[in-house]
Nanobody, 126 residues
Framework: QVQLVESGGGLVQPGGSLRLSCAGS????????VGWFRQAPGKEREFVAA????????YYADSVKGRFTISRDNAQNTVYLQMNSLKPEDTAIYYC???????????????????WGKGTTVTVSS
């Protein structure tokens, strides 16, 4: 079993930065691919970024490429999402998810993930 807890959300002005954290627990967390998803008000949950358990591969949605960076520290059982140049359209609840299969993770199928956190809210507004 894997438990995921997100943190780091908040209110930030357009153009600002935030770093989200996803702390994992459970003896097998380190063998899972981890991804970030987001859900804006009135919209479906969408894929944002993902990283393999070895950190050898990352994958991003086109909407965040060049602005967001995903990384992980397996010694700390934590995955990070550095978000720069934030825009109002980045406003959403951000969730982390874990899945054993990289192929499943990068397909971004919400219903296919093995585990989910409860989310952290990011608001980009002046």
């Amino acid at each position: 079993q894997v438990q995921l807890v997100e943190s780091g959300g908040g209110l930030v002005q357009p153009g600002g930065s935030l770093r989200l954290s996803c702390a994992g627990s459970g003896v097998t967390f380190r063998s899972y691919a981890v991804g970030w998803f987001r859900q804006a008000p009135g919209k479906e949950r969408e894929f944002v970024a993902a990283i393999t358990w070895t950190s050898t591969s990352t994958y991003y949605a086109d909407s965040v490429k060049g602005r967001f960076t995903i990384s992980r520290d397996n010694a700390q059982n934590t995955v990070y999402l550095q978000m720069n140049s934030l825009k109002p359209e980045d406003t959403a609840i951000y969730y982390c998810a874990a899945d054993k299969l990289w192929a499943t993770m990068i397909r971004g199928t919400v219903g296919g993930m093995d585990f989910w956190g409860k989310g952290t809210t990011v608001t980009v507004s002046s």
